[in-house]
């Protein structure tokens, strides 16, 4: 049985305003907790001080990019599970060496992305399958 993921917090970390925004309504209409970072530095702070029970991370931002905070994450003593949001997809991924096993992503969500869809990949992160 999977784990009630009603009212689990999620980090968006993503330089897009505009995106950032419309997921995080999304997120919030569906029964989620939502905290925001506008690039990878705020973004690392805010998943050590409010722990997060997922992280959605755009790839392509100022200051630290998404490899970085996935590689600092990946680092840490806690595992959060990691969807990568971005227009590039999954071949992002294996061009800088972040496989499955090796990082993480649980997932590669492309932008624009489905509402639909990215609800049931969210349920299915949160759930750990």
């Known amino acids: 049985?999977?784990?009630?993921?009603?009212?689990?917090?999620?980090?968006?970390?993503?330089?897009?305003?505009?995106?950032?925004?419309?997921l995080g309504r999304l997120l919030e209409h569906?029964?989620?907790?939502?905290?925001?970072a506008a690039d990878g530095d705020e973004?690392?702070?805010?998943?050590?001080?409010?722990?997060?029970?997922?992280i959605f991370l755009d790839f392509m931002m100022p200051i630290r990019d998404g490899f970085d905070v996935c590689r600092t994450l990946n680092?840490?003593?806690?595992?959060?599970?990691?969807?990568?949001?971005?227009?590039?997809g999954q071949d992002i991924g294996q061009i800088h060496g972040l496989s499955e096993g090796a990082s993480c992503i649980v997932d590669f969500i492309e932008k624009p992305y489905e509402a639909n869809i990215l609800l049931e990949r969210v349920e299915t992160a949160l759930s750990g399958a």
Do not use: W
């Open 75 to 88: 680092g840490g003593n806690r595992k959060v599970p990691v969807i990568a949001l971005t227009a590039f």
């Open 43 to 54: 973004g690392l702070k805010m998943a050590e001080e409010k722990s997060p029970d997922l």
């Open 1 to 22: 049985m999977a784990k009630d993921s009603s009212g689990a917090k999620i980090l968006i970390i993503d330089d897009d305003d505009d995106l950032a925004i419309a």
């Open 30 to 36: 569906n029964g989620y907790q939502v905290v925001r």
